[in-house]
C-alpha cells in the first residue's frame, strides 16, 4: 500500500510539473507597460502643459512585415494601416487620459499602458492627442491646434525595437519633451504652438542618472532648486533636467554607455562629471556641490 501510494504521489507531482513547462513554453503573450515623463520646460510664466493621450497604437513586426514592406514604405502610407484585418497595428489603450507634463519630471511618471500583448517586436508607437493647452501662472489658458499632420497619430519609433517575450514584461518609458514641443511664438507669452516631440526609450536597454545638487550655505550643506542638469554625448546635449526643492534630480531613459553631467546655476561655479558610466536597467548616482562665484 505504502509502494502504490508513493508512486501515486510520483505522477502527480511529474504532472503538474510538465503543466507548468507547457504553459511557459506556449505562452503567447507578455506584458506591456508604457510610462510617460516629460523632459522639463523652464518657463517662468508656466504653471501647467496639458494634454489628453486617448489612444495609444503599436505596430507588431513580424517576419512577414519585413519580407513585405520597409519602414519608408509603412511611414507613408500610415493613413491606411489600420485598416483591413491585415492591420500590424494592436490597440493598447483606448481611454481619455489628462495629463500635465510639467507634474512629470525627476522620476515621477503617469502609466498610459499595462496590458497583455502578442509576443514579438515592436517598432513604431502612433500616440493621439487632443485637449492641449497651457495655462500660464496668471490664470490665462491657451488653446493649442493639434498638427493636421498628427491627426492620425503622433509616430514614435522605438529603436532597437521592442522585444516582448512570453509570459515576461517588457517596460517602454515615453519622454515627452515640453520644452520642444510647446514653442513659443517670437517674444510674446501668449502665443505657443505644439509640435510635439516624443521619445521611446526600452528599459531594459536603459538607465538612470540621479542625484543630490548641494552648497555650502552657513557652515551646512543644503539641496540646490533649479539647477539645470544636462546629460553631455559626443559633445552635444541629450537631454536636461533641473533639480527639484530637495536639490535632487533624475534622468531617465538613458542608453547604456559613458556621459557627462554638467550641472550650471547663475551665482554658482558650473561643474562636470566626465566618463559618468550608465548600465542598463540600472541607476547611477552623481552627486554635486556647488561653489559660489567669486
Not at 516582448?164 to 515615453?174: F, H, I, P
Not at 559626443?234 to 531617465?252: I, R
Request: with cysteine; hydrophobic share 40%.
Amino acid at each position: 500500500m505504502k509502494t502504490k501510494g508513493l508512486i501515486t504521489a510520483l505522477i502527480t507531482v511529474a504532472l503538474i510539473v510538465v503543466g507548468c513547462t507547457n504553459d511557459s513554453e506556449t505562452a503567447d503573450t507578455g506584458k506591456l507597460i508604457i510610462q510617460l515623463t516629460d523632459a522639463p520646460f523652464p518657463h517662468d510664466l508656466v504653471a501647467e502643459a496639458n494634454v489628453t493621450i486617448y489612444k495609444i497604437e503599436a505596430r507588431h513586426k513580424g517576419e512577414s512585415m519585413e519580407d513585405m514592406m520597409d519602414e519608408g514604405s509603412m511611414e507613408n502610407d500610415s493613413n491606411n494601416e489600420n485598416e483591413g484585418n491585415n492591420s500590424p497595428f494592436i490597440i493598447l489603450m483606448e481611454d481619455e487620459i489628462d495629463v500635465n507634463l510639467l507634474e512629470l519630471t525627476n522620476g515621477v511618471t503617469e502609466t498610459l499602458v499595462n496590458t497583455d500583448v502578442p509576443v514579438g517586436s515592436y517598432d513604431l508607437l502612433r500616440i493621439y492627442v487632443k485637449g492641449v493647452n497651457v495655462v500660464l501662472k496668471d490664470g490665462t489658458t491657451l488653446d493649442l491646434k493639434v498638427p493636421s499632420g498628427f491627426q492620425s497619430g503622433i509616430k514614435v519609433f522605438i529603436k532597437p525595437p521592442l522585444a516582448v517575450e512570453g509570459g515576461l514584461t517588457a517596460d517602454l518609458l515615453l519622454d515627452f519633451d515640453v520644452s520642444r514641443s510647446f514653442v513659443r511664438r517670437g517674444n510674446s507669452p501668449l502665443g505657443f504652438n505644439f509640435k510635439p516631440v516624443i521619445k521611446a526609450s526600452n528599459m531594459s536597454t536603459a538607465g538612470t542618472i540621479a542625484g543630490l545638487v548641494t552648497a555650502i550655505q552657513d557652515s551646512e550643506s543644503i539641496g540646490i532648486e533649479g539647477a539645470q542638469v544636462s546629460l553631455i554625448a559626443a559633445d552635444t546635449v541629450n537631454t536636461t533636467t533641473f533639480t527639484d526643492a530637495t536639490g535632487m534630480y533624475m534622468l531617465m531613459g538613458v542608453e547604456g554607455g559613458s556621459y557627462g553631467v554638467t550641472v550650471e546655476l547663475e551665482g554658482y561655479v558650473s561643474q562636470t562629471a566626465e566618463g559618468v558610466n550608465v548600465i542598463p536597467a540600472n541607476k547611477t548616482t552623481v552627486d554635486f556641490e556647488l561653489e559660489p562665484n567669486p
